[in-house]
């Protein structure tokens, strides 16, 4: 009888036998090196590997490709497009758009495609292929290098210099003031001057309204000139022998001398006395006489204009 109970019953084995297992397992998790996955528990259901990504046909991804953000890119001379056809690695191509405006495409060859946004650069691709080539083609044509384009701002700015166009977003006047760090406190802002690189006369634009109203705001285009002049506290008029008889700004930010409002009416004309210039003022009875021979020479302290100031220069007695 004892020695029946001293033999192992057939489940005394079995809990025996399990016990150890987890034990051994558990002494080789443990074991395991650092940042490798534990081994699975022996008598555990191993898991099949995964299987590779099977890539998606080009124009069926949620991601978007890489154009710019409203797809009315315009592509240009020296932009550089990428063709992915699906299941057709032999017709990829990266190619750079010609100064013709083309680029050649395996099979279809030369398409012009300058001058097209991105959507509808494809679309030309795209017929091209599936009239002779392919049966309803899936293909993707992206942007992957774009000429940087830029334009300047001068005069009252913080920043004023070349501004860098950027590409799928429209770029107008207020947004070309805002690159160049905004406007500064005296800037007048009522008369801005847009030169375009395409020639032709300055556009005078009042920036304050096409604030109010962005829709109205002119577009700037590549290579064009935004000129944004201070405000003007008044004028002065010059008159006689000049070779510009004109009126003259004085700016908000400071005033102007008689020999610089002299210059910016084309200076003296061959025939002016520099010994008797004549200066009208309001409130004053007799009009200052003023040699600006001297004052060119340092001789005499430059005379301040003010705002309304008439200058007259006589021509010289022979």
């Not at 060859?109 to 959507?119: L, R, W, Y």
């Not at 002299?262 to 009208?280: E, M, N, P, Q, Y």
């Not at 204009?305 to 021509?315: A, F, K, R, S, Y």
Request: hydrophobic share 40%.
């Amino acid at each position: 009888m004892n020695a029946l109970l001293r033999t192992p019953t057939l489940l005394q084995s079995f809990y025996r036998c399990t016990a150890a297992l987890v034990l051994a397992c558990a002494w080789a998790n443990a074991q395991s090196p650092a940042g490798q996955p534990a081994q699975p528990p022996i008598g555990a259901p191993l898991q099949a590997p995964r299987a590779a990504a099977v890539p998606e046909a080009p124009g069926t991804s949620e991601s978007a490709p890489q154009v710019p953000p409203d797809g009315n890119y315009v592509i240009d001379l020296g932009d550089t497009v990428k063709l992915s056809v699906f299941q057709e690695e032999d017709l990829d191509a990266e190619v750079t758009v010609s100064k013709s405006g083309g680029v050649s495409f395996p099979l279809i060859g030369q398409v012009h495609i300058a001058g097209k946004t991105i959507q509808g650069a494809e679309k030309i691709v795209w017929d091209l292929y599936d009239r002779d080539y392919l049966v309803t083609p899936k293909l993707n044509l992206t942007l992957s290098r774009y000429v940087q384009h830029t334009m300047t701002v001068t005069g009252a700015v913080l920043k004023p210099g070349q501004v860098s166009l950027p590409t799928g977003t429209r770029f107008d006047v207020i947004s070309a003031i805002d690159a160049a760090g905004g406007h500064t406190e005296n800037a007048n802002l009522r008369s801005v001057s847009l030169r375009r690189a395409a020639g032709g006369g300055p556009i005078n634009l009042d920036a304050v309204a096409m604030r109010a109203n962005p829709a109205s705001a002119i577009e700037i285009k590549p290579g064009d000139t935004l000129s944004v002049p201070q405000k003007v506290a008044g004028f002065v008029t010059v008159r006689g022998n000049v070779k510009k008889p004109s009126e003259v700004e004085i700016l908000d930010s400071g005033s102007i001398d008689l020999l610089t409002a002299i210059t910016k009416a084309g200076d003296f004309d061959r025939l002016a006395s520099k010994k008797k210039v004549l200066v009208r003022r309001v409130g004053r009875a007799e009009p200052y006489s003023l040699n600006a021979a001297d004052m060119a020479k340092g001789a005499v302290p430059l005379f301040q204009l003010l705002p309304g100031d008439i200058i007259t220069v006589n021509e010289a007695a022979w």
